[in-house]
C-alpha cells in the first residue's frame, strides 16, 4: 500500500507510446533524468551542452507554444559550474543538471514572479522559495519561468502578461490550467520536468490535456511558502513530468523541504516523510488484489464528440485494471458531484486576504509592484474576463470572517469524514476517474468546463494524475486530444504523496 499511487502511474506509463530518439549526441525529446545523467557521467556531453539544446528547443517552438514568459539568464553559467563539479568529481543531487521550469507565481532569486499578471511584471523577490531552494540544492536548472492561467484563478491559461498558451497536442485548445504554460513546456519537451500549483484542478488539469504524470501531494506534505497564495484551505504544490520516475524524484526533493514555519499546515506531516525516497520502491509491485472504486458522478453520459471519448478510454482503462488483477467497484453515492462540491469552494473568502500578506515579502529595492490585493485589483492592469472578474469582485467583498465561510468549512469537514467512509465501507485502495469529463476546451472558450479535480482540492487528500488515452484524430490532433486518469488515495498512505 505505500507505494500505490506511483506504481499505477508505471503500470499506466507502460502503456503509453514512446518516441525515443537518439540521433545526435544529446537530443532533449522525450528525455528523462536518467538520459540526462547517463549523457552526462559517460561524457557524451557537458551540462552546457545539454542546457544549451533545451533553449534552441524553446527558442525555437515557444513562439508557437507560447509557455514561457520569462528565460533565466544564469542558466548557461550554472550549467559551467555543474560542469566544473564533475570534472572535480564532486557530483552530488538527484537533479543535478536536469532542466527545470518553474510556474511563474514561484519566488525564484533572479527572476521575476508576476502571476503572469501585468502589474505584477517587476516584482523581484528578494529570497527563494523553500521549494525552489531544495531544487536547487538537488542540482537542477532553471531554465526559465512559465505562463499560467493570470494569478491562477481559472484554467484556459490566458494572461495579462502571458497572452494564451496552446496545447501542443491541438493548437485550437487550451493546455488546461492554471499550470497550463509548464504542462505545454514539458509536454513540448522545453525541460525535463516543471513545478506548479493546485487550488482546485491546476496541476492535474494540463497534465490530463498533455498527455502527462503530475501529482497533488496531502495537505502538508509540501510547503507553499514563497508562493503566490489563493486559498490557505485548498492551495498545494506539485510537479509534472513526463513519466513516473521523474515525477518521483521531484516529490522527493520538494517534500524534503519537511517542517516550515511559514506553512503550520506542514506540522501535520510525519518527519519520516522528510526523507523518503519516493523512487525507490516504483518497479516490482503488483495491482494484483487492489480495490479501486470508479466514481460514476464524474462522467459525462451524454454522448457528444467531447464527452464519448473520455467515456470510452475510461471503460478501457477499467478493462485493463481487472486484467491485471484490480477490482473495480462502481461508487455512486451522491456527494461526488462536481456541481454540488463547487459550492464548498473557499477560495474567495480566504484570496484577498492571502496576497495583502504575500505581498510584505520583501522584494529587491526600487521593483515597482502593488502593496496590496485592493491596489492591484484597482490597476487596470490585469486579465479580464467575464468568469475570472466576477470571482475578483466576490474577492473584494468577502472574507473569513463571513459566517458562510464558515459554514463551508464544517460542510468540507463533513465531506472529507464521508470520503473515509467510501472507503471503508467499500474496502478501498483509492478511487480513479477521469480528471476532466470532456476533451480539454478550445481557446477562447470561457472556461475549462468539465473538471473533477475539487474533490481532492477540499478534502487535501493525494492524488496522482496518469495519461489514459486520446479522442480519435483529427486535422487538428493529428494522433488525439489527452485524456487522463486522477487516482486519489488516502492521506500519507501512499507511496506517492
Known sequence: MGRLLLQVAVFFWLFQPTAWALNSAFDVREASIDSVHTALFTRISTCREIVSAFIARIEEFNPTINAIISLNAEALSIADKLDERIAAGNVTGSLFCIPIVLKDNYDAVGTNTTGACLDLAHSKPLEDAPIVTALRQAGAVILGKTNLHEMALEGLTVSSLGGQTVNPYDKTRTPGGSSGGTGAAVASNFAILGTGTDTVNSLRSPANAGSLFSFRPTRGLISRAGVIPISFTQDSVGAIARNPKDLAVALTVMASVGFDP?????????????SKDYSASLYG?????????FVDGFLNHTASPETTPVNDVMADMVHKLKGAGVTVLNITESIYNTATLAALDVQIYEFRELFDAYLTRPQLGGSPR????AELYSSFKFLVIPG???MIRSAFVSSTANTTYLDSLRKIQNLTQAL???FVRNNLDALIYPQQKNLVVRVGSPSQSGRNGILA???GRPVVHVPAGFSPPSEDAPIGVP???????????VGCC
Open 457 to 459: 482540492a477540499l478534502t
Open 420 to 422: 473515509d467512509a467510501t
Open 285 to 293: 509491485g503488483s495491482l494484483k488484489g487492489l480495490r479501486f472504486g
Open 262 to 274: 511559514n506553512d503550520n499546515v506542514t506540522a501535520l506531516v510525519p518527519p519520516e516523510l522528510k
Open 370 to 373: 502593488p502593496d496590496s490585493f
Open 388 to 390: 475570472q472578474s466576477g
Open 483 to 493: 485524456i487522463g486518469m486522477e487516482i486519489l488515495g488516502r492521506p500519507f498512505t
